[in-house]
Nanobody, 127 residues
């Protein structure tokens, strides 16, 4: 059973950057799809980005395209979310999630497709 631990959250000003990381502390790491979700106060959780095996097939929410980049290092059992040009509307708790399935663009936002979730890390963007 995987245990996902997220790092990198914090408070920044608009326009600044943060890099989130999510590490699987279990012995094995055989997940095809790794995604980031976020939940802002009073809103439903939404998909932010997704990455397939070997770093191919990356998908992003329209609201973060061109600003966020996801990557993975399977040797380190870690996935990253580089967030640039952060905006106040990016304020949320960010969660990583892993799936053994190879989820295409039409499915990566479906939360029930994921096997394990991290505990979440807070990102706050304010002037």
């Amino acid at each position: 059973q995987s245990q996902l631990v997220e790092f990198g959250g914090g408070s920044v000003q608009p326009g600044e950057s943060l890099r989130l990381s999510c590490t699987d502390t279990s012995v094995t790491f055989h997940y095809n799809t790794i995604s980031w979700f976020r939940q802002a106060p009073g809103k439903e959780r939404e998909g932010v980005s997704s990455i397939g095996p070997n770093g191919d097939n990356t998908y992003y929410a329209d609201s973060v395209k061109g600003r966020f980049t996801t990557s993975r290092d399977d040797n380190k059992k870690t996935v990253y979310l580089q967030m640039n040009d952060l905006k106040p509307e990016d304020t949320a708790v960010y969660y990583c999630a892993v799936s053994r399935a190879r989820l295409p663009d039409t499915w990566w936002r479906v939360e029930s497709e994921y096997d394990f979730w991290g505990q979440g890390t807070q990102v706050t963007v304010s002037a």
